[in-house]
């Protein structure tokens, strides 16, 4: 018995906050969203999925972001996300080096940190 791969990644987001995700993840990190299953869609949240990439963010109703727990996308061209990003208000800052890639962590518009990634 082994684990073979992640599925997807689930983060939290507050009650209501559905288009400020879509904003981000759809908008921001060119993420589609995809359509949840009809008995988990009247839980709120929303799903983004491109290929392998797969996000969802599930609704709390008692919210606290992930401050240190994060996913980590690796990303193609970091500068231009992160020009984007910057554009958008959304601050990307760099940590200690990470040998073999350029990175910085930015937080979603409900203060989940997010690592992104280029290998070098």
């Given at each position: 018995?082994?684990?073979?791969?992640?599925?997807?990644?689930?983060?939290?987001?507050?009650?209501?906050?559905?288009?400020?995700?879509r904003d981000f993840?759809?908008?921001?990190?060119?993420?589609?969203?995809?359509?949840?299953?009809?008995?988990?869609?009247?839980r709120g949240g929303?799903?983004?999925?491109?290929?392998?990439?797969?996000?969802?963010?599930?609704?709390?109703?008692?919210?606290?972001?992930?401050?240190?727990?994060?996913?980590?996308?690796?990303?193609?061209?970091?500068?231009?996300?992160?020009?984007?990003?910057?554009?958008?208000?959304?601050?990307?800052?760099?940590?200690?080096?990470?040998?073999?890639?350029?990175?910085?962590?930015?937080?979603?518009?409900?203060?989940?940190?997010?690592?992104?990634?280029?290998?070098?």
């Amino acid at each position: 018995m082994s684990i073979s791969r992640i599925d997807h990644v689930q983060l939290a987001m507050p009650v209501g906050k559905e288009n400020a995700a879509r904003d981000f993840y759809e908008g921001l990190f060119g993420i589609p969203e995809v359509a949840k299953p009809t008995q988990l869609a009247a839980r709120g949240g929303c799903w983004f999925e491109s290929g392998s990439v797969k996000v969802h963010l599930g609704v709390e109703s008692d919210f606290s972001p992930a401050k240190k727990a994060h996913p980590a996308f690796i990303v193609d061209d970091l500068a231009a996300l992160v020009r984007v990003l910057d554009d958008a208000g959304f601050s990307a800052k760099e940590d200690q080096p990470l040998e073999g890639y350029e990175r910085r962590y930015v937080n979603d518009p409900f203060g989940n940190r997010i690592e992104l990634m280029q290998p070098k």
